[in-house]
């Protein structure tokens, strides 16, 4: 079975533009949750898409945004980049029930200018 | 609320000896707790998991963890070290949403 992947696996963006990050989930996982990950503050929570539609959401500002299709693929999009924005940015799939195992994709590193 | 605290930032082993991962955690919820562990420049990779069968959970690569209520812990180890261990791990709690809180990290060193 394919595991999770993420395009694409870097970019580099100047402070003011925008960027997408994808993710494709494990084949039959309806939940994509996304990671923030920086030296300074680890790895943190944005928010997770089950069934189209938001279920849980971290502490980040409205720049950071996402979406899922009805493929169960997910979009993140940050508005605006910041120099603090560069991080890797992981996204993770399950099934969609809370004890359920979270498999993570490979990253998108972005590096902001 | 849910959290963990990983006790040690760095631990360093010689090869072939044993390895010891402190992680302690709190949550109002009876808890799913995960090791995960992350090679440089790769994504995360499920080392174990448990969610409230087992008390002692074995994983992948002789790594297992014990899940201590009375001490709230929840402590990675392995028998002995090989080389392709060295990483950092990750102590992971998450109570009754698809959220999971990373502990800060362990970065796991093996001499030869």
């Known amino acids: ?49 089950f069934s189209e539609t938001q279920r849980n ?6 720049r950071f945004s996402g979406r899922q299709f009805s493929n169960s693929r997910s979009e993140m999009n940050v508005s605006t980049l910041e120099l603090g924005d560069s991080a890797l940015y992981l996204c993770a799939s399950s099934r969609g029930d809370w004890t359920d195992t979270q498999y993570f994709g490979p990253g998108t590193r972005l590096t902001v200018l | 609320a849910q959290s963990v605290t990983q ?10 000896t044993p390895v010891l991962l402190r992680c302690n955690y709190s949550s109002s919820y009876s808890p799913s707790l995960f090791w995960y562990v992350q090679h440089p420049n790769k994504g995360l990779q499920l080392l174990l998991k448990y969610t409230s069968a087992a008390t002692l959970v074995k994983g992948i690569n002789g790594f297992e963890a014990e899940f201590k209520k009375s001490e709230t812990s ?37 001499f030869p």
């Open chain 1, 57 to 62: 959401k971290g502490n980040f500002p409205g």
């Open chain 2, 7 to 16: 006790l040690d930032s760095h631990v360093s082993v010689s090869e072939g």
């Open chain 2, 74 to 110: 929840f402590h990675l180890t392995k028998p002995s070290a090989h080389m392709s261990d060295a990483a950092e791990y990750f102590c992971v709690v998450s109570g009754n949403t698809d959220k999971l809180i990373f502990g800060t990290g362990t970065r796991l060193q093996v």
């Open chain 1, 1 to 49: 079975k394919a595991g999770v992947t993420q395009t694409p696996r870097y970019l580099i963006k100047t402070r003011g533009q925008q960027v997408t990050l994808s993710c494709s989930p494990i084949s039959g996982h309806r939940s994509v949750s996304w990671y923030q990950q920086t030296p300074g503050q680890g790895l943190q929570f944005l928010f997770e898409y």
